[in-house]
């Protein structure tokens, strides 16, 4: 039986864990703000910040740290893989 893959958006995702960028929900002008920062999908991503509400959100995609709004970090559908980097 296929495993189920669980999409969520990146603000879910726990400090340390991985995942892969499923989507970008929003305009087309977000789209192409997150774009314009390396985001976009298949991008490998890492949730880096502790879960802290409604405040920034600072992932790592490959050697570049970038800190996200709230908002815009729940526009980001990425697809769990599990795995947590130190």
Request: aromatic share 2%.
């Amino acid at each position: 039986m296929p495993k189920e893959v669980e999409l969520v958006p990146l603000t879910q995702l726990e400090s340390g864990e991985t995942g892969i960028v499923t989507d970008i929900l929003g305009s087309q002008e977000t789209v192409k703000r997150l774009q314009a920062m390396g985001i976009s999908p298949g991008v490998n991503i890492c949730k880096i910040s502790a879960m802290i509400l409604h405040g920034p959100v600072v992932i790592r995609i490959k050697n570049t740290e970038l800190a996200l709004g709230f908002r815009m970090a729940s526009k980001i559908l990425v697809r769990k893989d599990g795995r947590f980097e130190n």
